[in-house]
C-alpha cells in the first residue's frame, strides 16, 4: 500500500471516530499520594507534565518509571495506579496528604466514545499505551506541551483549551501505535499496515454501499480470491465479506442520528434492495431493530439539543 493509500484509509477511519475528551483534573501532588482508576471508570489518559512518578499495570511485576512528558493512555480503561515512589496504597487515595518532598504535576482526562465509532479500532488497541516523551514527533510533541503548559499555566480559560488539545490527543495517540505496529500481529491495526489488506479496506470504508464481492475486494488487493480470504481472516478475525457487514450495520447506527434519515433510505445508501433485507441482516448481525435504534437516536439527540445553552448574541456594530 502506498503512503498515500495508508494516510487515506487512517483518514477514512478517524473521520467515524465520534469522541468527546474532558480534562477532569490538572492536580499538583507531594509526599504520600496516589491516583487510581476508580473515580473516572473508562478510557482515560494521564500526562505527567512535571516530576515524575511511577506507573502500575497489571501483570506486569514492577512498577514503570515515567517522568515529564510522559503519556499514558488507556483506551478501554482497566486498572491502574500511579505512584511517587513505586508503592501501591488504599485504592481511592488520589488527592495526596499535605507534606514535603518533590511535586509532581499530571493532567487526568477522559475519553467518551459516541455511537457510531468502529468497535474494531477500540479493540484492536492494547489495554494501556505508554507514549515516552523522547518517543514523540516533532507534532505530537508540541501538543502535549501545548497541554502541560495549559494545566500549569492556569490561565483563563485553560479549561476549555485543555478539552480541545485533548480531542486531538487520541488521534495522535493511535498515529503513533500505528507506527510501532510490529509485524505478526492481529486486529483492525494490523490490516491497516498491511500493504494488500489495506486497499481493500480503503474500498469498504469509503463506500460500504457498492455491491461487494469476494472477487471484487481481491482484485483491489491485487491477490487471488483464496489467498485474500485467508489473509484477512488471519490478520482481523473475520471473513471478508463478514467484516463488510458489520461495517455496513456499524455505518447504519451512525447514520441513525441524523433525524433525516429513515430505515429505507439507510438501506439504500447500505446497498440493500429492499428495507426488509437490511431489517433482517440488522437484527441478525446487531440483535437489535433498526426502528427501535433510530427513534432513540433522535431522542437522544433531541434531548441533547435541549441541554445545549444557547449561543450569545452577536455584538451590534458600532
Not at 480534562?23 to 512535571?50: K, M
Not at 483492525?188 to 499496515?193: S, V, W
Not at 486497499?199 to 464481492?213: K, N
Not at 427513534?295 to 450569545?312: F, L, T, V
Request: glycine content about 10%; overall charge neutral.
Amino acid at each position: 500500500m502506498t503512503e498515500n493509500t495508508n494516510e487515506d484509509l487512517v483518514s477514512e477511519i478517524l473521520g467515524k471516530v465520534q469522541l468527546r475528551a474532558s480534562v477532569y483534573a490538572n492536580p499538583t501532588v507531594c509526599s504520600e499520594w496516589q491516583i487510581d482508576d476508580s473515580p473516572h471508570q473508562g478510557p482515560q489518559f494521564h500526562l505527567i507534565s512535571r516530576g515524575s512518578c511511577f506507573l502500575h499495570l497489571p501483570n506486569q511485576a514492577e512498577p514503570r518509571p515515567m517522568r515529564a512528558g510522559d503519556l499514558c493512555v488507556f483506551p478501554r480503561g482497566g486498572w491502574h495506579l500511579l505512584t511517587p515512589d513505586g508503592k501501591a496504597r488504599d485504592i481511592g487515595l488520589s488527592i495526596g496528604i499535605p507534606g514535603s518532598g518533590p511535586s509532581t504535576s499530571l493532567v487526568c482526562g477522559s475519553f467518551e466514545f459516541e455511537e457510531g465509532t468502529p468497535s474494531g479500532l477500540l479493540d484492536a488497541l492494547p489495554d494501556a499505551i505508554v507514549v515516552p516523551a523522547e518517543n514523540v514527533g516533532e507534532g505530537f510533541g508540541a501538543l502535549l506541551r501545548l497541554l502541560a503548559d495549559e494545566a500549569l499555566g492556569e490561565r483563563i480559560g485553560g479549561k476549555v483549551v485543555m478539552d480541545k488539545l485533548a480531542d486531538a490527543l487520541f488521534v495522535m495517540v493511535l498515529r503513533h501505535h500505528l507506527s510501532h505496529l510490529r509485524t505478526g500481529q492481529q486486529g483492525l491495526l494490523a490490516a491497516i499496515a498491511d500493504p494488500r489488506l489495506g486497499r481493500a479496506l480503503l474500498a469498504v470504508h469509503r463506500a460500504p454501499g457498492d455491491p461487494w464481492t469476494l472477487g471484487d475486494l481481491a482484485e483491489r488487493a491485487g491477490m487471488s480470491r483464496t489467498a485474500f480470504a485467508v489473509r484477512f481472516t488471519e490478520v482481523i478475525g473475520v471473513t471478508p465479506i463478514a467484516y463488510l457487514a458489520a461495517y455496513r450495520m456499524q455505518e447504519a447506527r451512525r447514520l441513525f442520528h441524523d433525524p433525516r434519515n429513515s430505515v429505507a433510505r439507510v438501506a439504500a445508501q447500505l446497498g440493500y434492495d429492499t428495507e426488509a433485507a437490511f431489517r433482517r441482516a440488522f437484527k441478525r448481525i446487531t440483535g437489535e431493530n433498526p426502528g427501535h435504534l433510530r427513534r432513540n437516536a433522535r431522542q437522544m439527540g433531541s434531548q441533547a439539543r435541549r441541554r445545549k445553552p444557547p449561543e450569545p448574541e452577536a455584538a451590534l456594530p458600532t
